[in-house]
């Protein structure tokens, strides 16, 4: 009778590695985790130090968990995906627990060009359905861009590139902007 076997199988109880290989593996079965989250994961669930070592470093190992592809991966999709600048995307990596040195590594990735151009886009895009006076404009796209990690020049010479290339009016604006002077009152603030 194989249902009696399936029975018996199914009532013997589980090693804690086993516990801790199944939620490892079904965390990673809905996105890409770093070493750290899933230690958290495991950690919650009551699972003993040394075997949350044991099976992470053995998926390390094999490859089923890898921070350097996870923040490149995460660095790509969040700068191309969401516009996110080197900062923002170097702050949620740290929130997911990623090494500094593997962070620095996959925000190369993102030069200053790449984050210009993107700055640029976001503002162009944004630009289109903004309604207000230049300054207001400007002073939400600048706001808008610096909640995405940009540093105060890189915001400030997209925002006034975009209003000259809009309407007279803007580009009346846009040449009284001096973005190296307002991006170091900028700095001088934070």
Same mark, same amino acid.
């Given at each position: 009778m194989s249902g009696d076997g399936d029975?018996?199988?199914? !009532? /013997?109880?589980?090693?804690?590695? !086993?516990?801790? =290989?199944e939620i490892c593996l079904r965390q990673l079965a809905t996105r890409p985790?770093?070493?750290?989250? +899933?230690?958290?994961?495991?950690?919650?669930?009551? %699972?003993?130090?040394e075997v949350i070592a044991e099976v992470l470093d053995r998926y390390d190992e094999v490859g089923i968990i890898d921070d350097a592809a996870f923040a490149r991966?995460?660095?790509?999709?969040?700068?191309?995906?969401?516009?996110?600048? =080197? =900062?923002?995307?170097?702050?949620?990596?740290? /929130?997911?627990?990623?090494?500094?040195?593997?962070?620095?590594?996959a925000l190369e990735a993102v030069d200053d060009d790449a984050e210009a151009?993107?700055?640029?886009? +976001?503002? $162009?895009?944004?630009?289109?359905?903004? =309604?207000g006076t230049p300054d207001q404009v400007f002073r939400r796209l600048v706001g808008m861009l610096a909640r995405k990690g940009y540093p105060a020049g890189t915001a400030i010479r997209a925002v006034k590139d975009? +209003?000259?290339?809009?309407? !007279?009016?803007?580009? !009346?604006?846009?040449? /009284? %902007? $001096?973005p190296d002077a307002m991006a170091s009152d900028q700095d001088a603030l934070s």
């Open positions: 029975g018996a199988a199914a !009532e /013997q109880p589980r090693s804690e590695s !086993e516990v801790a =290989r985790r770093t070493r750290v989250e +899933l230690a958290k994961v495991l950690a919650r669930k009551e %699972i003993s130090e991966a995460w660095v790509s999709s969040r700068h191309h995906g969401r516009g996110l600048a =080197r =900062r923002a995307l170097a702050n949620e990596l740290r /929130q997911h627990g990623v090494d500094a040195e593997v962070a620095t590594e151009s993107a700055a640029r886009a +976001l503002v $162009d895009r944004k630009l289109r359905t903004a =309604r975009a +209003l000259a290339a809009r309407d !007279e009016e803007a580009a !009346e604006f846009a040449d /009284q %902007i $001096d």
